[in-house]
């Protein structure tokens, strides 16, 4: 373990990555070498990555860092909890996974909540929070991750992995950031917005996804209307620094936010 930390805190340092972030990928890549392992051997049906950590793995460093995995799985609250278990029972390379006693249930977004121990040669590597949703019948990508240093440190890297298709991902968030239960929200919109600034928005295949979400969630209308919320604007500006947006003041990051609305509501009514 000692040889792989020093490797790790090296390379992080050559690549100009932040270590712990570095640290997280591993962990992340672990997991999901051992969920394709659980559908190879016939576990588990189908597992899809959402969330953070599906942009994180598809953009690297140019996404947000996410300390959390959100991950999709079939099957009721508890089966999904058991499911996990089972899986994670498997191992993955020389990592093995342990789902820690504390738990937590979500009741409005029907997800569970649990704390995943990861170790590498029996030697605790890192805990994981994991948010265990309902995979629904929703577009999956499969994905090669971009982020770097796995090859370096003589890790495997899973690939592809299962991420919730990308024009669906972008239709939750914009359903989120923009409804009534928006607050904490906020890099919802910068989410949606390096996805744009990438060239990766699929205006029509986003719009046919949104216009799905937003009727069956039926919490409000679609194209939805949208002002910046003033708490939000410290956040969004610091963060659009960190990430080296070209939009950085809040003014700017709204108005490009909302040319993003504006074409969704040009397309539906055409």
């Known amino acids: 373990m000692e040889r792989l930390e020093k490797r790790l805190a090296r390379i992080a340092r050559e690549q100009g990555l932040d270590q712990e972030r570095l640290r997280r990928w591993v962990s992340f890549l672990a997991l999901c070498g051992v969920l394709e392992r659980a559908m190879s051997e016939g576990v588990l049906g189908a597992y899809y990555l959402k969330g953070g950590v599906a942009l994180e793995l598809r953009f690297a460093t140019r996404a947000r860092a996410t300390k959390d995995l959100d991950l999709g799985l079939e099957g009721h609250r508890t089966g999904r909890l058991e499911l996990l278990r089972r899986s994670l029972d498997l191992g993955f390379d020389e990592f093995a996974f342990r789902v820690k006693a504390q738990t937590r249930d979500m009741e409005q977004a029907d997800t569970v909540r649990v704390l995943v121990a990861v170790s590498y040669r029996t030697r ?16 999956v990508d499969l994905v090669a991750p971009q982020v770097q240093g796995l090859v370096e440190l003589g890790l495997p ?7 919730l298709g990308l024009a669906e991902q972008i239709a939750q968030k914009l359903h989120a950031c923009t409804g009534p ?9 910068l989410d949606i917005l390096l996805v744009e600034t990438l060239g990766s928005l699929d205006y029509h295949r986003v719009f046919a996804a949104a216009r799905q979400v937003f009727f069956e969630r039926a919490t409000h209308s679609f194209p939805p209307a949208f002002k910046l919320p003033a708490e939000w604007r410290p956040e969004l500006e610091s963060l659009a ?12 990051i709204e108005d490009q936010f909302l040319k993003i609305l504006e074409r969704l509501r040009e397309m539906d009514n055409g």
């Open 124 to 139: 605790a590597w890192q805990t994981v929070e994991v948010d265990l949703g309902a995979a629904s019948g929703v577009t």
């Open 157 to 163: 890297v899973t690939s592809p992995v299962r991420c």
């Open 181 to 189: 239960n928006s607050a904490g929200r906020a890099r919802d919109v």
């Open 241 to 252: 620094v960190q990430l080296g947006f070209p939009q950085t003041s809040a003014d700017e």
